[in-house]
Structure formats: C-alpha cells, structure tokens
C-alpha cells in the first residue's frame, strides 16, 4: 500500500511538472488529456474570423462549459456553446477573438457535467490544432 501511495505522488509531481495540473493556488485543475478523433482548435472560423474549438463527438452531451487556459491553469477566456448539430454533431464553443490572441502554450479545457476536466495542449493559438 505504502509503495502504492508513493507512485501515485509521483504521477501528481509529474502532472505538476508537466503542465497537466494547475498549479496556481486555487487547485483547480484542467484534468487529463481529452479525447482524440475530432477535435479542431480553428483560429480563424468562417463566420466571423474568431476561434472557434470543435470538441469530439463523444463529448456531445457532456459537457457543462469550456474555457482556455494559461500554461499555470489559469481561465484566458470562457467560451460560448454554440451549439452541437453540425459538423459530425460536434460541441462548438466561439471565442471572442482569433486563436494568435491567445498566445501559446496554452489549453482547452472541457468541465465535463459528471464532474472532472478534460484538457487539449494548444502550442500555438495561431495554428489550426486537431485531435
């Protein structure tokens, strides 16, 4: 149990180090990796030039809110839902502004509705990202 109790330390001191937990003082955390096969991080959408982040269609009903994060954890922005018919019945959030504004090294974070967070790593808000 001891030598179980250690390794789980170790993977929180990891998730620490590499950017995976929040590290700011509120202790919230932008959770684990999300899920691949159909999330697009676009900069610069159609509509209006602003970003826009396509969730995978798995989390089609599952999530309360998304919002971008700093390297820290930290809330950039909230998104706004806008809607999860189109495109493959994905979750849509819009941002205010287009992706470079954002910086990088950043995150989408997904709040799911059963509790807990799911992350993508944004390197560059500049650049179309999928997974």
Known sequence: ?????????LIMVAALVSGCLDSS???????SHGEGGGFVWK?????DGRLVALLPPQYRGNVRSAHIANSNGGVIEQGRFAGDVHNGRRPHYRFTQHGSAYGS????????IE????????PHGAQRQEY
């Open 115 to 122: 509790g807990g967070t799911v992350h993508w790593p944004i």
């Open 105 to 112: 090294n950043i995150y989408l974070v997904a709040d799911l």
């Open 1 to 9: 149990m001891k030598k179980i109790a250690q390794g789980l330390g």
């Open 43 to 47: 900069p610069r959408s159609e509509s």
């Open 25 to 31: 003082s509120s202790g919230d955390s932008i959770g």
